[in-house]
């Protein structure tokens, strides 16, 4: 029987591909691997010339991703990413076109989030969309503490100053995070993982969730192949060992409510039409005087021309936002933010740890084959 076919558009970086490939190839899958964002692409050429297909292309080029898409009237069963490359209505419809041998079947993202996928189109075309969310929760929880220490002990101007040769001196004693309220918006995997980190350094925490609470979805059943190593199922697919109870935050009814009464407020959020600009120009007036705005989860979320305003007025009560994701982002990359010394910004890099990266890449892999293979039983499928 021939294998499905599976083009990498933007495969895992590092000695994390090797594992990525031998995931895939062990699932009997035919793999095709961009080698635009490989490293070292006359090594992967080397080690993997005879068992992988390759090709080399701009993946934010729409045309160039749906013509090596669908080269040679072959086409691809399932499309692998991780940065969030954008799958629109014209790209779903040529690479599930009548006449390909292989039309499309699968979108899989190795990371959270699936707001990069024009997912009515999708639908419309028969395409699943699956991703992994959970898999980078403890990293993002991670960063959004270094995040809030960095802004609350102004570290990143003691540094600058040090590296000039100044001894400066705390002109107005900070406060402890045990003092801070903490406002999360949208407790979900990684709200909750910052949840726990934030209570066991002290913090009041409370929550704000657009939807009624609902128990956690179980995990991905471990499908990898039989030829996985031991390492592999270690940092991928089996369940991860269940993290120590922490209280969880106090509910709060109202977004308003919640910005009105938290110091710290930390957005993990999907990006949909509902939440795209969620925090505006009204929201932020509504915080407290000296608050701090952290967003790890999507750029659109955020009014973007709304909070530069907001922390070049020295009369606003927002005093400082860490941003690590973007309206415009990758070669786009521009923001209104740029130059406030205020702004802690960082090119959306809050999930990509080791662990974190090698569970997505592997997972997702899980993914696309079982739903190739008609085994759907545990994967997370997004839909409009």
Not at 66 to 72: K, S
Not at 117 to 141: F, I, K, Q
């Amino acid at each position: 029987m021939e294998r499905s076919r599976v083009l990498l558009v933007d495969a895992a970086p590092g000695a994390l591909l090797g594992r990525e490939l031998e995931r895939l190839l062990g699932h009997g899958l035919a793999v095709t691997l961009n080698l635009r964002r490989v490293a070292d692409g006359a090594g992967a050429r080397a080690d993997w010339g005879g068992r992988v297909d390759f090709t080399d292309f701009d993946p934010f080029d729409e045309a160039a991703l749906l013509a090596e898409t669908v080269r040679d009237g072959l086409g691809h069963h399932a499309v692998k990413s991780r940065a969030g490359v954008p799958l629109r209505a014209a790209f779903l419809a040529g690479a599930t076109r009548p006449g390909l041998a292989h039309p499309l079947r699968v979108i899989g993202r190795a990371g959270a989030g699936t707001d990069h996928v024009e997912l009515a189109a999708a639908a419309r075309h028969g395409v699943t969309v699956t991703h992994t969310p959970g898999s980078n929760a403890d990293a993002v929880a991670e960063f959004a503490v270094a995040q809030l220490l960095a802004l609350t002990r102004g570290l990143r101007s003691y540094d600058e100053a040090a590296h000039r040769g100044e001894w400066r001196a705390a002109t107005a004693p900070p406060e402890e995070l045990s003092e801070l309220t903490l406002g999360i918006v949208g407790p979900g995997r990684i709200g909750r993982a910052l949840a726990g980190r934030a209570s066991a350094l002290g913090m009041e925490v409370q929550a704000f969730s657009r939807r009624p609470a609902v128990t956690s979805a179980p995990a991905a059943p471990d499908l990898a192949p039989a030829s996985a190593s031991a390492r592999d199922l270690a940092s991928a697919s089996t369940p991860q060992p269940t993290p120590t109870p922490t209280p969880a935050p106090r509910p709060n009814r109202s977004l308003p409510d919640l910005l009105a009464t938290s110091d710290v407020v930390s957005l993990h959020l999907p990006l949909t039409p509902e939440t795209r600009g969620l925090i505006g120009r009204a929201e932020l007036a509504l915080m407290r005087p000296g608050a701090i705005l952290l967003n790890t989860a999507r750029g659109g979320i955020v009014d973007e021309q709304a909070l530069a305003d907001a922390l070049r007025d020295p009369a606003h009560p927002l005093a400082a936002a860490a941003v690590d994701t973007f309206e415009h982002e990758h070669a786009a990359f521009a923001s209104p933010l740029f130059g406030l010394p205020n702004a802690l910004l960082t090119p959306h890099v809050a999930g990509m740890t080791r662990t974190a990266r090698a569970t997505a890449a592997l997972r997702c892999a899980d993914h696309i084959a079982a739903l190739l293979a008609g085994r759907p039983e545990g994967i997370p499928v997004v839909t409009a």
